[in-house]
């Protein structure tokens, strides 16, 4: 690929992600969608995927910048459900799928078939979070599926490198199999967690937030490169490192996290719609190596499909299984634990250890969350590209692409209705969460009156009661006014879901109006020539901090 290819994919999916924002549709699954409609235009040069790019420059930053995002404390409570989509589900599907390749394919050895379950394993959630983000799943779901999307790489790209050593004739025990698995895994954490420490401390003693952001562009390429050649999972280490500076953030600058935020939201939206373009640009090249092949072509795509609909059904699979045998042991199990603890000091340490529980529903969403990505298809290429002589390497790809575009468009295109049809919504979430913000807005007021309240001798001496006085007064008229603007929208918050409460509403659109109308007045002093394009600038970053407050804080928008 060179750089007129690369940058006419970029330009391609920016402006058809550009016309499903505008339109409110999935992005990913409309760039996919042109993307293999491109694939076919007569002429069109072969753009190949470079498994090294896309696991080195790609990868890294789109985990990393999901790390962030993430809640520790929500990725903690759902570590269990995490744990198991995310590596136990990663490990059944490739047994499941290999063993279904293995019957299916005359020349395929049973390494050479769990190697293309792990390859299929891993499923993509960025389309997924996106459409629930959209569609208000509960942030419970969302937490697992975040998580999960986080570490389902690492024990897939792990996998695929113990069967390609067994392929390649290492001999392994499976002590040795599972020796690999703990390397990788204790090599991303400590690596990860040593990059998240120093570069903590680093951007604490640096008071430039151009510099501390730049610094957080190059922690998952670092991060993922020196695991990854220390035998460990870059994967593993670059979701480490995230977590630990997304926890941390809040103790950074301000002027670091206003700029972080669009800068890693922009690089999601440009890598994203890069990665489906991609993955729909196969086609061609699919098409063209499984009819060149020495297999029939009905043979071969009807072997994926069949791939497909097992690694469709092994998730809900496994998810119900799972909640079933987890309520069972809660029925039946854990009764008889608590009374073995009460003379088992050494057993204590199993009571109390509960997970959220989630509905039938949010169950069924979550097992319809398959869908897979560039991984997939990395993991595909890399394997294909390989000198190892693997059995039936011809029909991996094909397998992987009809597996992962399979996912993305049936998955994908249903999971909107499913989730509309089955009401997955937790209506009382937006009033926990204005009840918390305004709770919490209150108590730092509240913190900032009682500090003026005892220094206010010491201020007073120093810049005079015309500076502090009027700043008490402010003050205390702000957290009156919260005080009753938390006690109306709580009494008036409407039944459905997602809707402001009329007064927020009000108030939003008063600021909002007056706000547009002073923006207004700056730009028109500029035409004019009266007003300098310096003042201009800082007096429009003043008023853009104003709307940022409003858009993102539920208690900043009582505020006239």
Do not use: C
């Not at 910048?65 to 589900?89: K, Y």
């Not at 939201?265 to 020495?294: K, M, N, P």
């Not at 011809?394 to 998955?411: C, E, K, N, R, S």
């Amino acid at each position: 690929m060179d750089i007129v290819e690369l940058l006419a994919i970029l330009i391609g999916s920016l402006a058809v992600t550009a016309v499903a924002r505008a339109r409110a549709l999935p992005a990913p699954l409309l760039v996919t969608g042109v993307a293999l409609a491109v694939s076919f235009i007569p002429g069109l040069p072969h753009i190949s995927i470079d498994s090294e790019v896309i696991l080195t420059i790609v990868l890294p930053p789109l985990l990393y910048s999901a790390a962030l995002d993430v809640s520790w404390q929500s990725f903690r409570q759902s570590m269990p459900q995490i744990r198991r989509l995310g590596i136990v589900l990663v490990v059944v599907t490739a047994v499941v799928v290999g063993f279904v390749a293995y019957l299916l394919i005359p020349d395929m050895t049973l390494p050479a078939a769990v190697l293309v379950g792990a390859i299929v394993a891993p499923p993509d959630a960025v389309s997924a979070a996106a459409i629930g983000r959209k569609l208000g799943l509960p942030r419970r779901v969302m937490s697992v599926l975040s998580g999960e999307s986080l570490i389902n790489d690492a024990a897939s790209l792990t996998l695929v490198r113990v069967a390609t050593l067994i392929i390649a004739g290492t001999a392994l025990t499976p002590w040795q199999d599972l020796g690999i698995f703990a390397l990788a895994i204790g090599v991303g954490l400590v690596v990860g967690g040593i990059f998240g420490v120093l570069v903590h401390w680093l951007r604490s003693r640096v008071d430039d937030p151009v510099v501390e952001s730049v610094m957080s562009l190059l922690v998952p390429f670092t991060a993922y490169i020196v695991a990854e050649h220390l035998s460990g999972s870059g994967v593993i280490a670059v979701v480490t490192a995230g977590l630990y500076l997304g926890y941390h953030a809040p103790k950074d600058g301000y002027g670091t996290r206003l700029i972080e935020r669009p800068l890693w939201t922009s690089i999601d939206v440009l890598l994203e719609g890069f990665v489906f373009a991609l993955i729909g640009l196969q086609l061609q090249a699919v098409v063209g190596d499984a009819a060149a092949s020495h297999r029939s072509l009905g043979q071969s795509v009807g072997v994926a499909f069949v791939v497909l609909g097992v690694v469709i059904l092994v998730r809900p699979a496994f998810i119900f299984e799972s909640a079933i045998r987890r309520r069972v042991n809660r029925r039946w199990l854990r009764p008889l634990v608590v009374r073995l603890t009460r003379r088992r000091r050494w057993l204590r340490w199993m009571r109390g250890r509960t997970e959220p529980d989630l509905s039938w529903r949010e169950n069924l969403v979550i097992s319809w969350t398959g869908m897979r990505g560039v991984v997939t298809l990395a993991a595909a290429v890399s394997v294909v590209a390989s000198p190892v002589a693997i059995p039936a390497q011809d029909t991996i790809f094909l397998i992987a692409f009809v597996v992962t575009v399979g996912t993305l468009l049936l998955q994908g295109l249903t999971l909107p209705w499913l989730i509309r049809t089955l009401r997955v919504q937790d209506p009382d979430e937006r009033a926990r969460d204005l009840r918390s913000e305004l709770a919490l807005s209150e108590k730092t007021t509240e913190a900032a009156i009682a500090l003026i309240d005892a220094r206010r001798d010491e201020w007073v001496s120093v810049y005079g009661t015309e500076a502090v006085d009027p700043l008490l007064s402010r003050l205390r008229r702000r957290l009156d006014l919260q005080r009753a603007t938390l006690e109306t929208d709580l009494a008036t918050e409407s039944e459905e879901v997602g809707q402001a409460p009329p007064l927020l509403q009000g108030v939003q659109d008063i600021r909002r109006a007056l706000l547009a109308r002073r923006r207004e007045i700056v730009l028109a002093e500029r035409e004019q020539g009266s007003l300098d394009e310096e003042v201009m600038r800082r007096v429009l970053l003043n008023l853009d901090a104003e709307e940022l407050a409003m858009d993102s804080s539920m208690s900043a928008r009582s505020r006239l």
